[in-house]
């Protein structure tokens, strides 16, 4: 079972998901202006993910991960594949990969545990 932190600040609306071990030192990937992801310093596994404005997110069909363009090829490829898998793909549906679209979900908080 993995170890899930949860925190959501209505007033900001500012969801922050953390998983596993939080004291290894981790590197931040911005997916857009509104997602963050947190990995350990090899990007195999991801151990945070925090989402502002997230009902908004919510709300809209798709998000597209604008800033991880930006990353060297190599950072993208590893950051694409943590989204598709637990237990990040419980908050993230990445809908087209190759045009970094993703759809933002509610997960049940059993989900997130038994990823």
Do not use: C, K
């Not at 609306?13 to 998983?19: N, Y």
Request: aromatic content about 8%.
């Amino acid at each position: 079972m993995t170890s899930v932190m949860l925190d959501y600040d209505a007033s900001d609306d500012w969801l922050d998901v953390g998983f596993g071990n939080q004291d290894e030192p981790s590197r931040a990937v911005a997916l857009n202006d509104h997602i963050t992801v947190y990995t350990n310093s090899a990007i195999s596994r991801v151990t945070r993910v925090t989402l502002g404005e997230y009902a908004r997110l919510l709300m809209v069909n798709e998000t597209e991960f604008t800033t991880l363009r930006e990353e060297d090829p190599w950072v993208i490829e590893d950051v694409m594949l943590l989204l598709q898998r637990p237990p990040v793909n419980r908050l993230l549906h990445v809908t087209d990969p190759e045009a970094f679209i993703a759809r933002v979900l509610a997960p049940s908080i059993a989900s997130l545990f038994d990823a």
